[in-house]
């Protein structure tokens, strides 16, 4: 089935967590009932291997394995976006497997190389695509330093259809829309709570871990968004914006511990995260989350 993958990006790309199982192996048959209930609920375009799924502590044969087992999990009801990154040949072998698995595009994660040239991140991706055999391209932006002449240049190349803008600038996001070509899709790539401000300057959609755990919210504030309902948006946002607050807790280091400590609350154990990120949770954040949980009644 062909999928309007302008409408998608558009959407809310939901970023799925990588289970495991008892002795800490990839388990991906656990996401089973997640997608299903995320791709009911509305989400437009489920994410793997991105960082909500935990990439960086995957292999590359373990995020092979994701993307092909996803891939089959969501079938032909919605277009699947598939992260790849790190080395040149770790990123370009999985843009190869995604492409084989049937994944619709892919979102290319900057570079985290501690030496990163703006002209050679340009090669990077158009390396990536080429193993891909052209598939189309979100670019996943979470340093605005490379500038917006980089950025532009980045979005020039053949097959890119949208960014994944993950800084905390508005007003960059705004300069680099102005200076790139118009059919591009700017994606609030800092989840729910940045997703207005993202609006406001002309983003449309954004990414989300919630859906893991509340994809009906997510869908909810989306609708309110395309809308030009902020009122209603901010409000939805506020309801879930505690959730928001203990991801982003020891540097941001428990962010996917929140989305899989609320999945053992709900029933749907997908394990636990591996370090760096933290695990468990602290008492007081696992209260915290009890209380998020039971006073919008997900629990």
């Known amino acids: 089935m062909k999928h309007d993958l302008d409408r998608a990006l558009s959407g809310i790309s939901g970023i799925l967590v990588t289970p495991y199982d008892g002795d800490g192996e990839i388990a991906p048959a656990k996401l089973a009932p997640i997608v299903d209930r995320v791709l009911g609920a509305g989400v437009h375009m489920p994410v793997v291997n991105g960082n909500t799924g935990e990439f960086y502590a995957l292999t590359t044969d373990e995020a092979c394995t994701m993307v092909r087992e996803v891939a089959g999990l969501v079938g ?7 992260g790849v990154g790190r080395g040149i040949r770790d990123a370009c072998r999985l843009a190869k497997v995604s492409a084989e698995a049937g994944a619709s595009a892919l979102m290319i994660h900057q570079p985290p190389d501690p030496f990163v040239a703006p002209r050679g991140v340009v090669d990077y991706v158009r390396a990536v695509s080429d193993a891909a055999d052209g598939l189309p391209i979100m670019l996943y932006l979470r340093n605005d330093a490379i500038g917006t002449k980089a950025i532009a240049e980045l979005c020039g190349l053949p097959g890119v259809k949208g960014v994944k803008w993950a800084t905390p600038n508005p007003m960059k996001l705004a300069e680099a829309m102005a200076a ?12 729910e709570v940045w997703a207005p401000p993202f609006y406001a300057v002309g983003a449309r959609g954004f990414t989300s871990g919630l859906i893991n755990v509340w994809p ?3 869908v909810a504030i989306h609708k309110a968004l395309d809308g030009g309902d902020y009122d209603t948006a901010g409000r939805l946002i506020r309801e879930m914006r505690a959730f928001e607050d203990i991801r982003a807790e020891e540097l941001n280091g428990t962010n996917v511990t929140g989305v899989k400590a609320a999945l053992q609350a709900l029933g749907m154990d997908c394990g636990p995260t591996r370090p760096p990120s933290a695990w468990p949770l602290t ?15 997900l629990i």
Request: hydrophobic share 40%; charged share 20%.
């Open 216 to 218: 009906e919210r997510s």
């Open 76 to 82: 032909d009801r919605a277009p699947l976006l598939a």
């Open 180 to 191: 790139c070509d118009p059919s591009i899709t700017w994606v609030g790539g800092l989840a």
């Open 283 to 297: 008492t007081a954040q696992q209260d915290k989350l009890q209380a998020f949980l039971k006073s919008n009644g």
